[in-house]
């Protein structure tokens, strides 16, 4: 990783998947997996493409159950062009002797080269370059140029470009035997001599899809379609001459009946492929709308850790770019980039709209409007269950009704398990968290009156209803829950799923409550009438989330905070054993599964837990509500806290690293290093042992980029004001990067020196307000100012 180009040289087949994933090019609406074009799908290739919030639905029988799994669906391949020689066999790198390879990713022009030498068995050789866009102004086009070159022949080459609808859903091992083939009615046909098309559905959720393909020349070529069952294919045979060059170019059209402002998906593909403009001019559009983007998303981080920051940055762009602001999408975990976890919609906008909120407002505005078009469904599995509110799930699709599996799967034993994720409620406390960090950071106060504070009193509902009032504690308790450590999810010995009291539950379950009264407090009248007369809110149930927010129970023990009732009565793993014998021990779960185990009996997290406290709230914010909740919750304690879990964390999730780099910047400021590094490498190094090649790790990488931006300059966005409290890192000392700040644009911030400095464009909107320490500076457009930071912060 140099700069702005993350390269890899040679061909290492154990490494592809991986490659593959971080290759990735993409707009928001649909990516396609960095894969070399003449390869078929395989033990070793997959080139998968997929469309944001194309999902489909299949039944499976699975461990004497029938089980239902809806997918993020693999679009048919537009990616096949192969070639070869007289000798009749198509070039690929498993069959042919490769002489050289070098694949390059530009993160500015968003542009994947690649560039190979092959020679067949008569010892021809042939180097290739391709160079791959995924169209980032125009969403619905992708580019392939390949130019072909003899080295020391002459004689006719082959050329084949085509659509592939027979592909499946079988880039995760663990997922193979379940049902994988979504598409059906696939039809190919070709309108003119230049241009393919192909077109299926989805098999039960009956989205259309349809893509076109216009494959030309710079030479004299004979040239045919054949339209085959699953494969629209367009054939070319040319002469090269040696040590001359000729280039292929493709130019693909994807649509799918989700698509607004189109009649028929296959009617636009091929009138947006016949209109679409050559190469060049389209390349230059494609640099020009990525120039756009990193200048809104500027950051300016040296040495070594720029380059992994913007690699982070460019895959979450990819994901959620502007064009996302139109789609009715979430936030995936794995990106637009494989198939782990089905493509679902977790509780990773956590960390990817913090960051997004201070750049691409519109964007996180379309993530939150996804939550709010499944509130009526959260509601009526809320009711479902037998509680109040709304209920939002733990993994989400289409839909919005709950995706996660009844079993899951421990590759180290073989068994299908009980799956009780699906008690992570917590889920709704984030929702209503990225609300309130939207309108802050947004000013978007239109929002806030309307969708917002409608999911803010559902799910304030939900967790009033879930509380129950215990007369021996004084206090209420919420039980029957998993928090985010995922590993505990009973006790030892119970045949009932989860955890009492679970810290990171309540805490934030009192904070949603708190927030939502305030919110209805400052509501203006008439907004606060229509509201308490469409939900039906009467003062009681107003009054009983302020008795709830003031005595929810939090767990202590030895001195620090429980992460659930009973916790510090579990046994202690002994760690330095379980290392030496596997090493790895991230997926703890699975070990201690496959030994006839449970970790359940052990005081063992796979990530923050608890400790997700302090990356969501500041030291001061954090003791507050501890203090509101009647308990007291100073640095000692919290310091304690950090040790106690930080020795018994095995971080089995790439997010575990993000938040304890950020905790310990200000806990432990010695040992953040190790953690902000082990994020950095996550993905990029597959530090989770090969889970990158099926797909990013969206959270993690926005997590590094938030890190930076409010973690290590402590940036809040409250009450109108930035508040600021930086803190040294010797490791990343001096930064900058640009912010929009309700309406103030670009406006571009820089630490280092012992110095913050600020800048605001001009522009006709307000002063900008900056708190740092015990001093506030109003900052009109137009104007800069240089802070001095306080000793011991930079």
């Given at each position: 990783?140099?700069?702005?180009?993350?390269?890899?040289?040679?061909?290492?087949?154990?490494?592809?998947?991986?490659?593959?994933?971080?290759?990735?090019?993409?707009?928001?609406?649909?990516?396609?997996?960095?894969?070399?074009?003449?390869?078929?799908?395989?033990?070793?290739?997959?080139?998968?493409?997929?469309?944001?919030?194309?999902?489909?639905?299949?039944?499976?029988?699975?461990?004497?159950?029938?089980?239902?799994?809806?997918?993020?669906?693999?679009?048919?391949?537009?990616?096949?062009?192969?070639?070869?020689?007289?000798?009749?066999?198509?070039?690929?790198?498993?069959?042919?002797?490769?002489?050289?390879?070098?694949?390059?990713?530009?993160?500015?022009?968003?542009?994947?080269?690649?560039?190979?030498?092959?020679?067949?068995?008569?010892?021809?050789?042939?180097?290739?370059?391709?160079?791959?866009?995924?169209?980032?102004?125009?969403?619905?086009?992708?580019?392939?140029?390949?130019?072909?070159?003899?080295?020391?022949?002459?004689?006719?080459?082959?050329?084949?470009?085509?659509?592939?609808?027979?592909?499946?859903?079988?880039?995760?091992?663990?997922?193979?035997?379940?049902?994988?083939?979504?598409?059906?009615?696939?039809?190919?046909?070709?309108?003119?001599?230049?241009?393919?098309?192909?077109?299926?559905?989805?098999?039960?959720?009956?989205?259309?899809?349809?893509?076109?393909?216009?494959?030309?020349?710079?030479?004299?070529?004979?040239?045919?379609?054949?339209?085959e069952d699953t494969r629209a294919v367009h054939v070319l045979r040319f002469d090269l001459a040696d040590g001359h060059t000729v280039t292929v170019d493709k130019t693909i059209a994807l649509h799918t009946s989700?698509?607004?402002?189109?009649?028929?998906?296959?009617?636009?593909?091929?009138?947006?492929?016949?209109?679409?403009?050559?190469?060049?001019?389209?390349?230059?559009?494609?640099?020009?709308?990525?120039?756009?983007?990193?200048?809104?998303?500027?950051?300016?981080?040296?040495?070594?850790?720029?380059?992994?920051?913007?690699?982070?940055?460019?895959?979450?762009?990819?994901?959620?770019?502007?064009?996302?602001?139109?789609?009715?999408?979430?936030?995936?975990?794995?990106?637009?980039?494989?198939?782990?976890?089905?493509?679902?919609?977790?509780?990773?906008?956590?960390?990817?709209?913090?960051?997004?909120?201070?750049?691409?407002?519109?964007?996180?505005?379309?993530?939150?409007?996804?939550?709010?078009?499944?509130?009526?469904?959260?509601?009526?599995?809320?009711?479902?269950?037998?509680?109040?509110?709304?209920?939002?799930?733990?993994?989400?699709?289409?839909?919005?009704?709950?995706?996660?599996?009844?079993?899951?799967?421990?590759?180290?034993?073989?068994?299908?398990?009980?799956?009780?994720?699906?008690?992570?409620?917590?889920?709704?406390?984030?929702?209503?968290?990225?609300?309130?960090?939207?309108?802050?950071?947004?000013?978007?106060?239109?929002?806030?009156?309307?969708?917002?504070?409608?999911?803010?009193?559902?799910?304030?509902?939900?967790?009033?209803?879930?509380?129950?009032?215990?007369?021996?504690?004084?206090?209420?308790?919420?039980?029957?829950?998993?928090?985010?450590?995922?590993?505990?999810?009973?006790?030892?010995?119970?045949?009932?799923?989860?955890?009492?009291?679970?810290?990171?539950?309540?805490?934030?379950?009192?904070?949603?409550?708190?927030?939502?009264?305030?919110?209805?407090?400052?509501?203006?009248?008439?907004?606060?009438?229509?509201?308490?007369?469409?939900?039906?809110?009467?003062?009681?149930?107003?009054?009983?989330?302020?008795?709830?927010?003031?005595?929810?129970?939090?767990?202590?023990?030895?001195?620090?905070?429980?992460?659930?009732?009973?916790?510090?009565?579990?046994?202690?793993?002994?760690?330095?054993?379980?290392?030496?014998?596997?090493?790895?021990?991230?997926?703890?779960?699975?070990?201690?599964?496959?030994?006839?185990?449970?970790?359940?009996?052990?005081?063992?997290?796979?990530?923050?837990?608890?400790?997700?406290?302090?990356?969501?709230?500041?030291?001061?914010?954090?003791?507050?509500?501890?203090?509101?909740?009647?308990?007291?919750?100073?640095?000692?304690?919290?310091?304690?806290?950090?040790?106690?879990?930080?020795?018994?964390?095995?971080?089995?999730?790439?997010?575990?690293?993000?938040?304890?780099?950020?905790?310990?910047?200000?806990?432990?400021?010695?040992?953040?290093?190790?953690?902000?590094?082990?994020?950095?490498?996550?993905?990029?190094?597959?530090?989770?042992?090969?889970?990158?090649?099926?797909?990013?790790?969206?959270?993690?990488?926005?997590?590094?980029?938030?890190?930076?931006?409010?973690?290590?300059?402590?940036?809040?966005?409250?009450?109108?004001?930035?508040?600021?409290?930086?803190?040294?890192?010797?490791?990343?000392?001096?930064?900058?990067?640009?912010?929009?700040?309700?309406?103030?644009?670009?406006?571009?911030?820089?630490?280092?020196?012992?110095?913050?400095?600020?800048?605001?464009?001009?522009?006709?909107?307000?002063?900008?307000?900056?708190?740092?320490?015990?001093?506030?500076?109003?900052?009109?457009?137009?104007?800069?100012?240089?802070?001095?930071?306080?000793?011991?912060?930079?």
């Open positions: 990783m140099r700069d702005w180009t993350l390269a890899y040289e040679g061909y290492e087949p154990a490494e592809e998947s991986l490659r593959e994933s971080l290759c990735t090019l993409g707009n928001g609406y649909f990516a396609t997996r960095g894969a070399a074009p003449e390869c078929a799908a395989d033990s070793v290739h997959y080139p998968g493409t997929y469309a944001a919030g194309c999902y489909n639905r299949l039944t499976s029988d699975v461990a004497d159950r029938t089980v239902e799994n809806e997918d993020m669906v693999n679009l048919p391949n537009w990616l096949p062009l192969r070639f070869r020689t007289e000798t009749g066999n198509w070039f690929t790198p498993d069959t042919h002797t490769l002489l050289d390879q070098r694949q390059s990713l530009d993160l500015r022009t968003g542009t994947l080269e690649r560039v190979v030498r092959y020679e067949d068995d008569d010892g021809r050789r042939l180097a290739v370059r391709q160079l791959r866009v995924v169209h980032m102004a125009d969403p619905h086009l992708a580019l392939l140029r390949t130019e072909l070159t003899a080295e020391g022949w002459s004689g006719p080459l082959e050329v084949e470009s085509a659509l592939d609808g027979g592909v499946t859903n079988a880039g995760v091992e663990r997922y193979r035997a379940l049902a994988h083939r979504h598409l059906a009615h696939v039809r190919t046909g070709s309108p003119a001599a230049d241009t393919v098309w192909l077109r299926c559905r989805t098999s039960t959720s009956h989205i259309r899809i349809a893509l076109a393909s216009r494959t030309v020349t710079d030479s004299h070529a004979e040239t045919a379609v054949s339209p989700r698509d607004p402002a189109i009649s028929d998906p296959l009617h636009a593909a091929l009138d947006r492929v016949r209109r679409a403009e050559d190469f060049e001019t389209l390349l230059r559009s494609h640099q020009a709308a990525w120039q756009l983007l990193w200048h809104n998303a500027e950051l300016a981080v040296p040495d070594d850790v720029g380059p992994v920051l913007r690699l982070h940055l460019f895959h979450v762009l990819q994901t959620l770019s502007p064009h996302t602001a139109d789609l009715d999408v979430g936030v995936p975990a794995r990106g637009l980039h494989g198939e782990a976890y089905r493509g679902h919609v977790f509780w990773d906008e956590l960390f990817v709209l913090p960051y997004l909120n201070l750049h691409f407002p519109e964007v996180s505005r379309a993530l939150l409007t996804y939550r709010h078009r499944r509130l009526a469904r959260a509601r009526r599995s809320a009711r479902d269950a037998g509680h109040s509110g709304a209920m939002y799930p733990w993994q989400s699709g289409s839909d919005g009704r709950e995706e996660t599996q009844p079993i899951h799967l421990n590759p180290r034993s073989g068994r299908w398990l009980p799956d009780h994720s699906r008690l992570q409620h917590h889920v709704g406390s984030a929702i209503a968290y990225n609300v309130w960090q939207y309108v802050e950071a947004s000013g978007d106060t239109e929002f806030l009156h309307t969708k917002g504070v409608e999911m803010l009193v559902e799910i304030s509902r939900f967790w009033a209803g879930k509380a129950e009032f215990d007369r021996s504690l004084g206090r209420y308790r919420i039980r029957g829950v998993v928090g985010p450590d995922e590993y505990h999810d009973a006790y030892p010995g119970s045949p009932a799923p989860g955890l009492d009291d679970n810290a990171y539950t309540n805490v934030t379950a009192a904070w949603v409550l708190a927030r939502t009264l305030g919110v209805l407090d400052r509501l203006p009248e008439p907004v606060r009438r229509d509201l308490t007369m469409s939900i039906g809110l009467e003062a009681t149930e107003r009054d009983r989330w302020d008795d709830i927010s003031r005595r929810l129970h939090v767990p202590f023990h030895a001195g620090v905070v429980s992460q659930f009732e009973g916790y510090g009565e579990l046994a202690e793993l002994d760690w330095q054993a379980y290392r030496d014998r596997y090493g790895d021990i991230r997926r703890l779960d699975r070990i201690l599964e496959a030994e006839g185990d449970s970790v359940n009996r052990y005081q063992a997290s796979k990530q923050a837990d608890v400790l997700m406290l302090g990356y969501l709230f500041s030291p001061a914010e954090l003791a507050a509500l501890f203090d509101r909740l009647g308990y007291l919750l100073d640095d000692e304690v919290w310091g304690r806290t950090v040790d106690h879990y930080l020795a018994r964390t095995t971080h089995g999730s790439t997010l575990s690293s993000v938040v304890h780099g950020w905790v310990l910047t200000r806990a432990r400021r010695a040992d953040a290093w190790t953690y902000v590094h082990e994020a950095l490498a996550g993905d990029i190094a597959d530090l989770q042992g090969g889970t990158t090649g099926e797909g990013i790790h969206l959270g993690a990488m926005a997590g590094t980029l938030d890190l930076v931006q409010r973690g290590l300059t402590g940036l809040e966005t409250r009450g109108g004001v930035l508040h600021l409290d930086p803190v040294p890192l010797p490791e990343l000392s001096e930064y900058g990067f640009a912010l929009r700040y309700r309406g103030n644009w670009g406006v571009r911030l820089r630490l280092g020196s012992g110095r913050l400095r600020l800048s605001v464009p001009l522009s006709d909107g307000d002063p900008i307000g900056i708190a740092l320490a015990d001093r506030t500076v109003s900052v009109a457009p137009g104007e800069s100012c240089t802070l001095t930071l306080p000793d011991g912060a930079g």
